[in-house]
Nanobody, 126 residues
Framework: QVQLVESGGGLVKAGGSRRLSCAAS????????MAWFRQAPGKEREFVAA????????TYADSVKGRFTISRDNAVNTLYLQMNSLKPEDTAVYYC???????????????????WGQGTQVTVSS
């Protein structure tokens, strides 16, 4: 299995940028497809972005497309989420998640991921 620890959250002004990191330990990071999800207060968890094992396939929620970029560095066992042009509605706890076996059509589903981090809070002020 894999252990995940997110970092990089904090307070940022609308229009600003932030980069989240997710450090993985345990089983080989390169064996996992990865994703970011988020959950705002009083709302359900929602998909943000996902990336396959070799980084060749990525997918994004429509709400973040063109503003957020997911990437990974398998050499240092880390997943990233670069967030630009942040909006107050991006405020949420952001979670990274890992799946050892996934197909493209299920990359956006939380149930496809067996391993989750503890989350990092991102607050965007207007």
């Amino acid at each position: 299995q894999v252990q995940l620890v997110e970092s990089g959250g904090g307070l940022v002004k609308a229009g600003g940028s932030r980069r989240l990191s997710c450090a993985a330990s345990g089983r080989a990071f390169r064996d996992y497809s990865m994703a970011w999800f988020r959950q705002a207060p009083g709302k359900e968890r929602e998909f943000v972005a996902a990336i396959k094992r070799n980084g060749g396939t990525t997918t994004y929620a429509d709400s973040v497309k063109g503003r957020f970029t997911i990437s990974r560095d398998n050499a240092v066992n880390t997943l990233y989420l670069q967030m630009n042009s942040l909006k107050p509605e991006d405020t949420a706890v952001y979670y990274c998640a890992a799946s050892s076996g996934i197909i493209t059509s299920t990359m956006t589903r939380g149930g496809s991921y067996a391993y989750w981090g503890q989350g990092t809070q991102v607050t965007v002020s207007s």
